[in-house]
C-alpha cells in the first residue's frame, strides 16, 4: 500500500510521521486490500479566530475505485491524528458491514430451454 503525507502551512515532525505511520500499519492489519492513503495534515491560518488550530485529513482507497474520507480539527495535531484515524476506522468496519449484508445482484436466468424426444403417458 502506498501512503503519502503532506503537511500545509506547518513543518512535519518526526513523532507526527512515525504516529501516522504506526495508525496506518494498525488500520492496514485489519484490512489488508487498502490500495493506496494519503494524510495531510493542515495548520488554520486563522488560529486567533478559532479554537481548533489543527486539521488532520485522511483518504483511503479501496479496490472497485471506492474512496473513503475523514476530516477532523482539534487543537493539537496528535488529537487531531487520533480522532481522524478512529472515523476512518469507522467509515471502514461500515463499509465492510454493508457490504458484507448485500446480495449480489445476479441477471436472471433464462428459462430452461431444451428438446422433448419422447413422451412417456403410462408413466408418472
Not at 482539534?74 to 458484507?100: C, M, N, P, V
Amino acid at each position: 500500500m502506498e501512503l503519502e503525507i503532506h503537511s500545509r502551512n506547518v513543518a512535519m515532525t518526526p513523532r507526527w510521521k512515525t504516529e501516522i505511520e504506526s495508525r496506518m500499519e494498525d488500520l492496514q492489519r485489519g484490512h489488508d486490500d487498502l490500495i493506496h492513503s494519503r494524510v495531510t495534515l493542515t495548520k488554520n491560518r486563522h488560529h486567533k479566530k478559532l479554537a481548533n488550530v489543527a486539521e488532520a485529513l485522511i483518504v483511503v482507497t479501496l479496490p472497485g475505485r471506492h474512496t473513503l474520507t475523514a476530516r477532523k480539527e482539534d487543537k493539537t495535531f496528535e488529537e487531531a491524528i487520533r480522532s481522524a484515524f478512529q472515523a476512518i476506522g469507522i467509515e471502514l468496519r461500515k463499509y465492510r458491514e454493508k457490504r458484507a449484508s448485500t446480495n449480489l445482484r445476479l441477471p436472471p436466468m433464462p428459462p430452461h430451454r431444451g428438446v422433448v424426444s419422447k413422451l412417456f403417458p403410462n408413466e408418472g
